[in-house]
């Protein structure tokens, strides 16, 4: 099979497989249209009158609907505004009667009123330039996903060229681009994004069904799950309700949902309609997903698509926070989407007992967010009593099933009085409870309230190493410092594992806090002492600069708010004081440093009130230089999203779900650079969470935290896997033999790609780790792998630039650091000298390699450069296709014959050079060229130079009809198609041919009409 095919494969498997969900495959050069109109009118059309047939539209007002979505200029503004037009319809004033309509693009509600079509190479061309798509899905005529394909054996591509190759179309075909939603990157994985032209990188992300078995690419569940991800239901479903535009980090972009988002929507709104539909009497749910896998988006995306489903009926959807920090995120996050209608938020038990009365007693409808602390049976009991009575007769929010009530981190709080109170208001509601940390073992109240124990613990579920592995979360390991000098010591350790303030509400504390004061304060002086918060500060500088200065950033968890202040004193004396900023709350009876310090915050943001304050550090701290250190007590604890936050210095005491959500700030990934969030533990915790494992079930707790030790082992046990592909080889730099060797068994596609994958990881993990690496026995082979790893990217690349030298010398510079003292960069470059590839490439081979081995070595990874990723730029390359795969099967082989491969690849090279000199020689472009070529191939042997004259005088001929868009017009290309045809059977005995290779070599010319008529 040859590398022609291959990336072929990936595409028509994609065909075949959406076919087989109901989609109806076009040829892109048989589809209805212009190249420069990237909307299928005439389908669109149709689509328009079928799906509102119950409105009268005369052409006047089809023309405006049209204008409506083709007058939209690229951008911003106008891509989100096609975006509601896709989502809500296209409102409209009549032409005839002036009415006022909304007019539908999709049949929502019913799938087979819409036309699916998935098209192939088709083309699109503005002014100056021209696509050709790979993979185009259109509903209704409307492109909404595009897939670009690449070839699975090819290790110089992947599906990052196709992910980068649809970034560049987007800047090339902008009018196409306003419409299409989702971009998808093939090749053995499937990876997703949504369209946002002007950004130069979006997140990426996989779909995964593990229900289905993929056959086909093996091991890897993304290529069949993508296919279930646009089948028709799933790719209407996500445009409608799960892709939004909204700001982030000051960047306007969109959101997309991920697999699991879905999957646990999908299954809320399942129990709604099956209770609705009295398939059922559940009304509840508990939905585990781990701190940084979107579990607030996934609320967000439940309560807007049941705010609209029929079966509810204009409903109450409740969000119910326990802190005031993850009601402050989900309303940001809500409103960041622009949804309606917005979120209300209930600020006071008043306002609460307001929303429950309105439209006498029904209660309003509509979005609305609320702390747990609001349902206060002592404050409530008259207004309960009413409302009880009332509803005895009458509709009430006691009685109604269509309210919606979301509550987040279902914990202790969330099962005590409050929520008692809550549930005996809304008596008839949904409940929905989420968490994104372990649930208790002993003692399960969690699933009690809120699930079907022990049959339904959860109604969805994905945990750490779920998170992990999907990469949308890295590890969190932790790394005690001064234990010696710093911790807590037993007593003051047990004391503080005995007290359960923590699990208070906020408004109980001041209460319970009086009968443990001895305990607490005792706890409090020894973190407060001075001369101790002086030598943390000093640690954490040192350790500042050492790990993070210019790559990540950090945070320090302090006891309270005065000790904010201490540490950023200490700080401020040994560091910038740029360098480091306070994030807390301020009250009016504050102590007079709290007060002197708030003063000197003003002065510094002179004009801004506390909110703005804190925006403006926050937004500066994940987008600017400084600040580089945030010094919180509680603000920034929960729903604190920042993913340049590397390292937090613990010195607060927490525990349980409070410690956990607070570790988690530090585990988003950053720019694949990021092994681990890392926890400098100042006060001996964390070993004893590590101790309390048996409080949680193991499943739910695996993976959540790493202690040095076990990051150690991880890099070892990876190591041994990863030297592991290279046994029998002698890891010994200077020897020139085994080195190549090595990189022999880099020429299979997989080993290479598996090597590729574990060595990135290995770097992040010694990068992580270098202090303690350096000294294991296992330092020496990181560096053998590192010396292959740089010649490998040398002969593949064929390039100085081994990877973004920006990226790895700011985020691993203490790897190459370590790396440099052993291996001598320049030494590589030296042995493995580049060769351009011209005329003077055998000549400067020859004279640049000593051995066979290595010319062999690299004429094979030149040609397969070249010859096989480039081979769709010029038709000598596409005619040498076939002898370089074979040249690549015998470099493959176990005995290999370096001579042969040597004297075959130069064979090769001479016969490229032997016909570029006749092209010139000839002054043939490159379609008369392939013409040629094709010709040779079928006949095996050369044309005479009469019959290259008739060729060119065709071609002649044939340009004077070829213009834009000419594929399209019917007439026309089949006038094109009849004259080669005829031109080959004219000349069939002359050339010895069949009728069947009469019929191949018009296919074959035509294509190639196509793809070099604008190359010369």
């Known amino acids: ?69 083709k007058l939209r200029a690229p951008g911003y503004e106008g891509n989100k505004q096609i975006l509601n037009f896709l989502k809500n319809g296209i409102s409209i004033k009549l032409d005839r009667t002036k009415d006022l309509v909304r007019i539908n693009l999709f049949d929502y509600l019913n799938l087979d009123n819409n036309e699916f079509i998935v098209s192939d190479e088709i083309i699109y061309r503005n002014v100056n330039d021209e696509i050709r798509a790979d993979i185009m899905l259109y509903v ?18 992947g599906w990052e060229n196709a992910y980068k190759q649809i970034k560049n179309y987007e800047n090339i075909t902008k009018e196409l681009f306003k419409y299409v939603q989702i971009g998808v990157a093939a090749e053995s994985i499937a990876k997703y994004f949504p369209i946002v032209p002007w950004q130069e990188n979006v997140k990426v992300y996989e779909w995964k069904d593990k229900n289905l078995i ?35 980090r000051g960047e306007k972009t969109k959101v997309i949902t991920r697999y699991m988002q879905k999957r ?40 807007y698509k049941l705010y609209y489903l029929n079966e509810l009926a204009n409903p109450t959807i409740l969000f119910v926070l326990d802190r005031t920090e993850l009601e402050e995120q989900l309303n940001k996050e809500f409103n960041a989407l622009e949804l309606t209608p917005k979120i209300e938020i209930i600020i006071s038990i008043k306002k609460l007992e307001e929303i429950l009365s309105h439209d006498n007693g029904k209660g309003k409808r509509g979005f609305f967010s609320v702390l747990i602390h609001k349902f206060r049976e002592e404050e409530q ?7 009880n009575e009332f509803s005895k007769k009458n509709e009430t929010v006691m009685n109604r099933k269509n309210i919606v009530v979301f509550i987040d981190e279902g914990h202790r709080t969330q099962y005590g009085l409050l929520a008692a109170q809550m549930k005996n208001i809304f008596r008839n509601a949904f409940f929905f409870a989420f968490t994104g940390t372990p649930i208790l073992e002993k003692g399960k109240n969690t699933y009690d309230e809120f699930a079907y124990p022990p049959k339904e613990n959860y109604l969805d579920k994905y945990f750490v190493s779920d998170s992990l592995e999907d990469g949308f979360t890295v590890k969190i390991s932790y790394q005690p410092r001064l234990e010696q000098d710093v911790h807590l010591n037993k007593q003051l350790l047990k004391d503080f594992m005995d007290i359960e303030l923590e699990e208070f509400p906020e408004d109980k504390k001041a209460e319970i806090e009086e009968k ?105 701290f994940n987008e600017s230089d400084n600040p580089k250190i945030l010094l919180v007590t509680d603000m920034l604890l929960t729903g604190f999203d920042s993913p340049i936050l590397q390292t937090m210095y613990l010195d607060k005491p927490l525990k349980k779900h409070k410690l956990l959500q607070a570790i988690a700030r530090t585990n988003r990934p950053y720019k694949d650079v990021k092994e681990s969030g890392v926890i400098i533990d100042y006060l001996g915790i964390l070993k004893e969470l590590k101790k309390a494992y048996e409080m949680y079930s193991k499943e739910e707790f695996k993976g959540v935290l790493f202690d040095k030790e076990q990051l150690k082992e991880d890099f070892i046990n990876l190591i041994k896997e990863t030297l592991n592909l290279f046994k029998g080889i002698k890891k010994d730099l200077k020897d020139r033999e085994e080195v190549l060797k090595a990189l022999e068994i880099l020429s299979d596609e997989e080993i290479a790609k598996s090597f590729l994958e574990k060595y990135k990881e290995l770097r992040k993990k010694f990068e992580l780790l270098a202090s303690d690496i350096i000294k294991v026995e296992y330092a020496k082979d990181f560096v053998w792998l590192s010396y292959i790893y740089f010649c490998y990217l040398r002969m593949l690349k064929q390039t100085d630039d081994f990877e973004d030298k920006e990226i790895i010398n700011k985020f691993f510079f203490k790897t190459l650091k370590f790396i440099h003292k052993s ?51 010029d038709p000598i390359y596409e005619s040498l296709v076939d002898r370089v795969q074979r040249l690549v099967d015998k470099w493959k082989q176990k005995t290999k014959d370096y001579q042969t491969i040597y004297e075959e690849g130069l064979n090769i090279l001479n016969t490229l050079n032997q016909k570029q000199k006749e092209r010139e ?60 045809r005829l031109f080959l059977i004219k000349n069939k005995k002359e050339l010895d041919l069949s009728l069947n290779q009469v019929d191949l070599l018009s296919n074959k010319i035509i294509e190639n009409l196509q793809k070099y008529e604008k190359r010369g």
Not at 381 to 387: H, N, Q, Y
Not at 830 to 852: Q, V
Not at 956 to 962: C, E, F, G, I
Request: net charge positive; aromatic share 8%; glycine share 2%.
């Open 1 to 69: 099979m040859t590398k022609q095919t291959e990336k072929h494969i990936v595409q028509e498997y994609m065909i075949k497989k959406l076919i087989e969900k109901k989609w109806d495959h076009v040829a892109g050069k048989d589809l209805n249209r212009t190249f420069e109109e990237p909307l299928l009118l005439d389908n669109l059309i149709k689509a328009i009158k079928r799906i509102n047939s119950d409105v009268n539209l005369e052409d006047a007002d089809i023309k405006n609907i049209l204008n409506e979505l």
């Open 140 to 157: 209704n005529g409307i492109p909404l996903a595009i897939i670009e394909c690449k070839d699975p054996g090819n290790l110089s591509v």
């Open 214 to 248: 993929n056959k086909e690419f093996g091991k890897d569940l993304s290529m069949t799950s993508i296919i279930e991800m646009l089948s028709r239901e799933n790719l209407l479903d996500i445009i409608k309700n799960y892709l939004f535009f909204r700001e982030e």
């Open 264 to 303: 646990a929507v999908d299954r809320i709104i399942k129990r709604v309609k099956d209770r609705l539909n009295k398939k059922t009497d559940k009304n509840k749910g508990l939905i585990w997903h781990w701190q940084g896998s979107g579990k607030t988006l996934t609320m967000i995306f439940a309560g």
């Open 381 to 387: 009991r008259e207004f309960i009593e009413k409302l």
């Open 516 to 620: 443990i004061k001895k305990k607490i304060n005792a706890l409090k002086m020894f973190i407060k002492k001075p001369e101790r918060i002086s030598k943390i500060a000093l640690d954490i500088k040192e350790h500042f600069k050492e790990n993070l200065e210019g790559r990540f950033k950090a945070m320090i968890v302090a006891c309270d708010r005065e000790t904010c202040i201490m540490y950023k004193n200490e700080l401020d004396k040994t560091l910038p004081k740029e360098y480091s900023e306070i994030v807390m709350t301020f009250t009016e009876k504050d102590s007079t440093e709290i007060k002197k310090y708030l003063e000197n915050l003003k002065e510094r943001y002179p004009g801004k009130d506390l909110d703005e304050i804190r925006k403006e550090i926050t937004t500066k």
């Open 823 to 873: 291996i001598d960069l320049e030494e590589i470059k030296k042995d493995l000298p580049l060769i351009k590839f011209d005329e003077n490439y055998i000549r400067n081979l020859e004279n640049k390699f000593k051995t066979k081995e290595e010319k062999a070595a690299n004429i094979l990874f030149t040609l397969n450069r070249f010859i096989l990723v480039d081979q769709e730029k």
């Open 921 to 980: 020689k000839l002054g043939l472009n490159k379609f008369e060229h392939s013409f040629i070529l094709s010709i040779e191939k079928e006949i095996e042997k050369n044309l005479k130079e009469e019959f290259i004259e008739k060729i060119q005088e065709l071609s002649k001929r044939l340009s004077q009809k070829v213009f834009s868009n000419w594929e399209n017009q019917i007439t026309l290309r089949k006038t094109i198609e009849k004259e080669i």
